[in-house]
């Protein structure tokens, strides 16, 4: 019978039929149609993506340990012969042969060796009618998707989470119909350019499904060179069916389920990469979550999100009319024009949801797309890009009171200080470590591009330092500073030590060859170029790391001779924020022109966010960025998604509350999908990320040794409340304010300490009490 489906079509049944109108959820009035349409769920390593069909239900499942290939893949070329001879070219202003040789000399070139789909699992139901009253949604605060709907006047309900407690994804299905509901299972995998990368078999006497593979690439590539990757993480996925009243059969590789009113069925993946005995450990798994029962696994998985989640609570007043309807059709109204305050809130909710929903203690850090990747050969590989976009993922983890979640992100540094110590000695750089702008699992730090304006970055660990001293700044955690954090800043800042060049003109150091993040410079003979000396970015985050060592050294005493080392070289190092003859911050090392004015890297800005050496105690810098950024909008800056809202966090910073009002506006307008993704095009999840984290620095900042408070309060929050946020000093900060004044402060800390408060240019010394939140009022008083 063909399937009918009468979807409700009055907005005022919809609202009524909308579960829970707060901004902390989404919902639709019809199934996915496409990715980028259903919802995500994660334990952090495993999750899915659901569609919520209801001929046929589709979870496309997920785990971050998905990759081909291993740590053998061979790693830096190029000698310290081939270092000195780029450093004489440019010193010759033979910029271009240097672009050409240091790609030819050092670069991987293109690697295509990506996360990958853990695969799908579809639900095919039989005896569809009637449709009505179809809802789908997320509740971001219990972590969970819901579907519902009716069948020839019969309910359907479809709840599913993934549990970070017990490692399963579960999935519970239900129906009023006497008869119960008749669906076959079948899992899957795409096949890898043709080739077969699972096997599946079930146990209908056991209720079982197992999905057995291995993660291979056949479409790989290593130096721009087709090379089949027939090797990789292996895994299992292991299905587990639960129903008093259903009969389960199998029918080939699919297992059948009649006549049943409720079903859970119960999914866990594990591989190769966490467990040597990744089937046993599968196993093992499931007869856990199986003898707990579905109620505690439902208990446990929302306590431990809400533990997370409800730390921070944002509510912005504002009309509610725009809440009646489904989540895409507000995105529309928003696209056309009608600006939705709350689906902003929302926006702001679904950033935290989605980082503890795919970073969590013991996993990898989240990728370019979190966890949440349907493909073989994903954009950009799915992998880590250090130079921005991993970090970008991490900027909301301090400040929104997460940062737990940013654990992941240290493990994996400590990996990728390894790898990048054998990189740095095959340029004959005998001490530190250092990595290029993007990596994956296996933390490789060799340079890999095509061209010198991607690949010859050298400052993906230097940047990833800055979230350690972050971490360490927030949570005052001193066995974290001596045991990850001071450690790592020893390696990168003594592989700067020796990388450095000394000028004897100018009787400064810096460093070369030098890139600023994939944009390019005019050269002298009007032709772009990419290697220069000196840029902004790189002798900013060189700064950065002494700077921080510095102040991590006295913290825990330590006064030893490569201290001393970074102390003398840090009095002469070549500033990283120069203002050229227009007024604007230089991002090379001269007063070159750009090749494309409107880039969407803003690298120079470095030292704006998220740095902290452009504030408004520096009046010359801080007018010059403001400058700078200026000039790229004119010049169609930030196109993509993630550059918007870097732009959102130098408003912040910059205290240009309209703009960065103008900025979420365009954000909403141009980059945000039906399910709330951040678009670069196509998918990247950084944008949801640094969204989540401009609009907290909106309301608080404490880069400048003092608590801002609504420094950058939009026009559009009238009043509103915000509560948990993180201030460094590990000071947990509550906000209310009404017609855009502060109305009241809350400040908690877990010692004794005085801060500065500063409001409306106000500035205020607050002791504080050990586990006692102060109260102030409006005047700080």
């Not at 990958?116 to 809802?135: I, P, S």
């Not at 991993?390 to 654990?407: G, K, R, S």
């Not at 103008?662 to 945000?672: G, R």
């Not at 880069?703 to 946020?725: A, D, M, N, V």
Request: some cysteine.
């Amino acid at each position: 019978m063909m399937l009918r489906i009468l979807f409700i079509t009055s907005i005022m049944i919809m609202s009524l039929n909308a579960v829970g109108q707060s901004n902390s959820g989404v919902w639709y009035s019809q199934p996915a149609d496409t990715w980028m349409e259903a919802l995500p769920v994660g334990n952090g390593r495993m999750g899915a993506m659901i569609y919520g069909g209801i001929e046929t239900e589709h979870f496309q499942l997920n785990e971050d340990s998905m990759w081909p290939g291993s740590p053998n893949l061979s790693n830096a070329k190029g000698t310290a012969e081939d270092l000195a001879l780029i450093r004489k070219l440019i010193d010759e202003g033979k910029v271009h042969e240097a672009d050409s040789l240091i790609i030819d000399k050092f670069s991987r070139q293109d690697i295509v060796r990506s996360h990958q789909t853990a695969g799908d699992l579809f639900l095919h139901f039989k005896n569809r009618g009637e449709v009505t009253n179809y809802k789908r949604s997320l509740d971001f605060e219990k972590a969970t998707s819901y579907v519902s709907y009716s069948v020839d006047g019969n309910t359907f309900k479809e709840t599913a989470f993934s549990s970070q407690p017990d490692n399963v994804l579960v999935i519970k299905l239900e129906t009023s119909n006497r008869n119960g509901m008749d669906f076959d299972i079948e899992m899957s995998r795409p096949k890898d350019e043709g080739v077969e990368t699972v096997k599946v078999a079930t146990f209908p006497e056991k209720q079982l499904m197992l999905m057995n593979g291995e993660v291979t690439q056949m479409g790989g590539v290593v130096e721009s060179v087709p090379t089949p990757i027939k090797n990789g993480v292996k895994f299992q996925t292991r299905l587990k069916v639960k129903s008093k009243s259903g009969i389960i059969t199998s029918n080939g590789n699919r297992l059948t389920v009649r006549n049943a009113k409720e079903v859970l069925l119960l999914i866990a993946t594990e591989t190769s990469y966490y467990h040597p005995d990744y089937i046993e450990k599968a196993e093992l798994v499931i007869e856990n979550a199986e003898s707990k029962g579905y109620k505690a696994l439902v208990n446990n998985h929302i306590q431990d999100f809400k533990n997370l989640y409800n730390r921070v609570s944002l509510h912005i007043e504002t009309d509610n009319s725009n809440k009646e309807f489904p989540t895409d059709k507000r995105l529309e109204r928003y696209k056309a024009g009608v600006v939705d305050v709350g689906l902003q809130e929302t926006l702001f909710n679904y950033g935290r949801y989605l980082l503890i929903s795919s970073s969590r203690k013991g996993t990898n850090p989240a990728n370019l797309q979190g966890i949440w990747n349907n493909h073989i050969t994903a954009p950009w590989n799915a992998d880590y890009h250090l130079n921005i976009n991993l970090q970008m993922n991490y900027w909301l983890a301090p400040i929104t009171n997460l940062a737990e979640c940013e654990l992941p992100l240290f493990d994996f540094g400590n990996r990728l200080i390894i790898r990048g110590k054998e990189t740095a000695k095959q340029y004959g750089i005998n001490r530190g470590s250092m990595s290029h702008h993007a990596t994956d699992l296996w933390g490789p730090a060799f340079m890999r591009a095509r061209t010198p304006y991607w690949g010859a970055w050298i400052h993906g660990a230097g940047w990833l330092a800055q979230h350690y001293w972050g971490y360490y700044l927030f949570t005052e955690d001193e066995v974290f500073l001596k045991e990850q954090g001071y450690p790592y800043l020893k390696e990168v800042a003594t592989f700067y030590l020796d990388w450095l060049q000394y000028d004897e003109s100018t009787k400064e150091w810096f460093s070369y060859p030098e890139t600023s993040p994939e944009n390019s410079y005019i050269a002298n003979d009007g032709k772009p170029a990419a290697v220069s000396r000196g840029t902004a970015m790189g002798q900013q985050i060189i700064g950065e790391v002494f700077r921080n060592i510095i102040s991590a050294s006295e913290i825990l005493a330590i006064d030893d001779e490569l201290i001393k080392e970074v102390k003398k070289k840090a009095e002469n190092l070549r500033p990283g924020v120069q203002i050229g003859a227009d007024g604007r911050v230089l991002e090379w090392d001269k007063n070159y022109e750009e090749a494309e004015k409107g880039h969407r890297h803003i690298s120079h800005m470095y030292a704006l966010y998220p740095g902290n050496k452009i504030t408004p105690e520096t009046p010359d810098a801080f007018k010059a960025a403001q400058k700078s950024i200026e000039y790229r909008l004119e010049h169609g800056g930030e196109g993509t998604g993630w550059s918007r809202v870097w732009m959102i966090n130098f408003n912040a910073r910059l205290l240009d509350a309209m703009s960065a009002e103008e900025n979420i506006n365009k954000f909403f307008e141009k980059s945000i999908a039906p399910n709330l993704f951040d678009e670069h095009p196509p998918f990247q999840i950084d944008g949801n990320f640094g969204y989540t984290a401009g609009i907290a620095e909106l309301l608080l900042q404490s880069h400048e040794g003092f608590i801002r408070i609504l420094p950058t309060l939009p026009k559009q929050w009238k009043s509103g409340t915000i509560s948990g946020l993180k201030a460094r000093g590990n000071i947990e900060v509550d906000i209310t304010w009404n017609n855009g004044k502060l109305v009241s402060l809350h400040l908690l800390s877990v010692k004794n300490k005085d801060v500065e408060v500063v409001y409306n240019n106000k500035k205020q010394l607050v002791t504080l009490v050990a586990n006692q939140k102060t109260e102030l009022n409006g005047n700080l008083e």
